[in-house]
């Protein structure tokens, strides 16, 4: 069974579909500046896209998982993630504290999602 790439780059691809199950790479903000929450707003718009892109949507998630270098941000962040998130459609998650490659980054979101 084939397996679809999406973006791909040297080091990871940002986006793999098989078998109608579409795998995201971490996503995180690309704003550095921006608190928990705006950090939080930027990360799950990439995912809408990369979800609209693979052919599916937010009320098709799978699997989530949050990671966060300060549990301190974990009542913040889900502030705009109960936002976010389709009523009726939540997912299965897991969060936890993790140091992040770039210090800057306040979250890094991991999403498994099924095709429409």
Request: net charge negative.
């Amino acid at each position: 069974m084939s397996i679809q790439r999406l973006h791909v780059g040297a080091t990871l691809s940002e986006v793999a579909i098989h078998h109608g199950t579409i795998y995201l790479a971490g996503q995180v903000a690309d704003d550095t500046t921006q608190d928990i929450s705006g950090q939080t707003r930027e990360v799950l718009g990439h995912i809408d896209r990369l979800l609209h892109e693979a052919g599916s949507d937010r009320s098709r998630l799978l699997m989530c998982q949050i990671y966060l270098p300060d549990l301190g941000d974990f009542a913040a962040m889900n502030l705009v993630w109960n936002n976010w998130v389709t009523p009726g459609h939540t997912p299965p998650r897991a969060t936890v504290q993790a140091a992040l490659a770039n210090p800057g980054w306040l979250i890094e979101v991991v999403v498994t999602a099924a095709q429409k």
